[in-house]
């Protein structure tokens, strides 16, 4: 749990439910489900992580080394049903966060993201429907199924209209979830993310997130590279805020059938975040770039999310500021990148 914001007693209160109860989380390893994995723990709850480790994903071992001891850890694949369905049973909540990411994956190697975003969610949402009926599903989904924003902040009712395969198999995998609710009963929350950033995600490379690459180049020494006129705006999101709402919507009924977007609605230049890094970091530099060709042609240019919905119906605002939170992830990674390079 990285905790560089308070919380209130109103959220501790509604959390203390979860103590005890058995929790499920896919992708349990990698970026969001580590940091959720940690603070269920913290929590008291009888945590178990699915993740299938696969190379170029985001799982890796050494983002639950503080909460280890409290975890069950399988390492395993969502697509296979027999260790789902074993895997379902007996849970009080299921945190669904696995899932292929990478936008310019899903144009390179279609069928692999058609299997993990969309056939996956089918067969974890069938474990459920004939092991584990009474379970509570909360679903990540993505900002990417909205494609080129139509008006600004984008708001839960905008149009729907995908870029790229990862958009529409991210839309299928909540179409899914909300079919399995209406005709089994299938308890289940939708929330569709925007650049969530922070401790123990990729930086590898931009697979995850375009922060990552950005924060390993100027802790590297090595020009950050901003795609484009670096004109475009963007909100973020810190993922102690993203792990407050998903905690949230779980002990909330009120949640259940919803579909809330999570972001900070408070748009930044891709220009301005780069020089924030720098001034940060106290070092390194940012230029212009062209785009890529595979990336040009999915890019969405301007976005930023509409979020009232989730304060009013769930209570939740975000609490980091960007500044805040990038420092945080700075220094994360200062100390621990020979863990994640």
Not at 100 to 125: C, E, K, W, Y
Not at 238 to 253: F, I, K, Q
């Amino acid at each position: 749990m990285t905790g560089i914001h308070c919380l209130s007693g109103a959220a501790v209160s509604a959390w203390s439910q979860l103590k005890n109860k058995r929790v499920l989380i896919t992708g349990g390893l990698g970026f969001i489900g580590s940091n959720l994995a940690c603070r269920l723990v913290a929590l008291g709850a009888e945590v178990t992580v699915v993740d299938s480790l696969t190379p170029g994903c985001g799982g890796n071992l050494w983002n639950v080394r503080a909460c280890k001891k409290g975890l069950r850890i399988e390492v395993a694949d969502i697509r296979d049903s027999a260790v789902v369905a074993e895997l379902v049973q007996r849970k009080d909540y299921l945190f669904n966060l696995a899932g292929q990411t990478s936008h310019v994956g899903s144009m390179n190697d279609p069928f692999i993201d058609l299997d993990v975003n969309a056939r996956a969610q089918l067969v974890i949402l069938e474990a459920c429907r004939r092991a584990s009926p009474g379970i509570k599903v909360v679903y990540a989904s993505s900002r990417q199924l909205y494609g080129v924003p139509a008006y600004f902040p984008v708001d839960e009712r905008h149009p729907v209209s995908p870029v790229d395969v990862n958009g529409i198999n991210k839309f299928a995998g909540e179409q899914f979830h909300v079919l399995y609710s209406k005709v089994y009963g299938i308890r289940s929350v939708i929330f569709r993310l925007t650049n969530t950033y922070g401790p123990h995600m990729r930086v590898k490379d931009g697979r995850q997130t375009f922060l990552g690459i950005w924060i390993r180049r100027v802790l590297s020494g090595d020009p950050i590279e901003v795609f484009g006129s670096g004109e475009q705006l963007r909100d973020f999101c810190y993922v102690d805020d993203v792990v407050d709402a998903l905690l949230l919507a779980a002990v909330d009924e009120r949640s259940d059938g919803g579909v809330f977007n999570l972001g900070d609605a408070v748009p930044v230049a891709l220009k301005d975040v780069a020089s924030m890094l720098v001034e940060l970091n106290g070092s390194g530099r940012w230029q212009l770039a062209d785009f890529p060709a595979d990336r040009k042609v999915i890019d969405i240019g301007d976005y930023f999310a509409g979020v009232d919905k989730a304060r009013k119906e769930l209570g939740w605002a975000p609490k980091t500021a960007l500044r805040e939170g990038l420092a945080h992830t700075l220094e994360f990674y200062r100390e621990h990148c020979r863990h994640y390079w």
